[in-house]
């Protein structure tokens, strides 16, 4: 059982800024609450919104400051190691992944970290600690998307940024929802990924005619839309949506999508709850389940992950923290 005097190894900053502000520290462990639990991380996600927080726009956002030095990353996988007093769901030993995108203590950029019991989930059956890792917040964003549209079987659904983070999950998702998948994805490697995936016709999404490819997928009109990135072909493809569509798409996609006549576009946040966990981990394991990660480098190069967010990869990257 790890103690307040216990130490850790930590990617963190001590000020706001670029890439190179994230360096490695030795830190204290956190202390728990009685609601909360301590976790070993193994894997931590990074993700498009992490250099947002790095730069300081999160805590501008809610009006904090910080205490530096601050430790980054909104989700993760681990090990419970240690239990709040009023903790019962859990045991010390679990393996779990976790979504603390409003936590102020420490993040899963450490080889510990600080969580409440109801932002954890037991790690879904057939994924492992690197995998359960590296899709908490693309997973739950993913499924709230969905959930917002209602999706029936049958339904076709148009999922643009396909070959991303959030998007490679929710083509999984929406195929098990019983949906008929149409994927705008990025380049070459990226339409073989979804199709892979399950999608039932894909495009590269900077390759043209996007619009037409969707309306040859449904003459009579795409259902719904899950819009988890912007870029070229975004206005085209969402020509494609029929009257009555429903459009979803997470805060900080930029630049939004354009509202249009007949279609009503519904900005979310992805937010995880003790249920929604339930049910993405029931959809996880109703069938084999993929995480595509990219790339995976260790805690002391948190900042050459943090500049390959900008280059071209499909799903997402991570940070393995430790073995275990």
């Not at 008929?180 to 339409?191: I, K, M, Q, T």
């Not at 509202?259 to 249920?275: F, I, K, N, Q, S």
């Amino acid at each position: 059982m790890a103690t307040s005097t216990d130490t850790m190894k930590a990617a963190a900053i001590d000020r706001f800024g670029g890439p190179d502000e994230l360096t490695l520290h030795t830190l204290s462990i956190p202390d728990i609450a009685a609601d909360e639990v301590l976790v070993r991380v193994d894997t931590a996600g990074v993700g498009v919104w992490d250099p947002w927080v790095r730069e300081g726009e999160f805590a501008k956002m809610r009006g904090e400051k910080p205490r530096f030095p601050y430790v980054l990353g909104a989700d993760g996988s681990g090990t419970i190691v240690e239990l709040g007093k009023s903790v019962k769901r859990f045991r010390e030993g679990d393996k779990v992944y976790g979504y603390n995108a409003l936590s102020t203590k420490n993040g899963f950029y450490a080889e510990y970290t600080v969580l409440k019991a109801d932002d954890i989930a037991p790690l879904p059956k057939g994924l492992s600690l690197e995998a359960g890792g590296a899709m908490p917040a693309d997973a739950i964003t993913a499924l709230c998307g969905l959930e917002i549209l209602t999706l029936q079987p049958e339904d076709d659904i148009l999922i643009f940024g396909a070959s991303g983070g959030i998007g490679h999950l929710a083509v999984q998702l929406a195929k098990r929802m019983g949906a008929r998948v149409f994927a705008v994805a990025s380049g070459e490697d990226g339409l073989a990924l979804v199709r892979t995936l399950g999608a039932d016709a894909a495009v590269d999404g900077h390759g043209g005619e996007v619009g037409k490819a969707a309306r040859l997928f449904a003459p009579e009109g795409i259902d719904a839309a899950l819009v988890t990135a912007s870029g070229d072909g975004l206005d085209d493809a969402l020509g494609a949506l029929r009257a009555g569509a429903l459009v979803a798409y997470p805060r900080g996609v930029e630049p939004e999508p354009q509202r249009r006549a007949g279609v009503t576009l519904h900005a979310y946040d992805g937010r995880a709850t003790p249920e929604l966990f339930k049910r993405l981990n029931h959809w996880i394991e109703a069938e084999p389940f993929t995480v595509c990660v990219a790339s995976t480098y260790p805690l002391d190069r948190a900042a050459v992950e943090h500049r390959a967010l900008e280059q071209h990869h499909l799903g997402k990257l991570a940070l393995k923290v430790s073995a275990s």
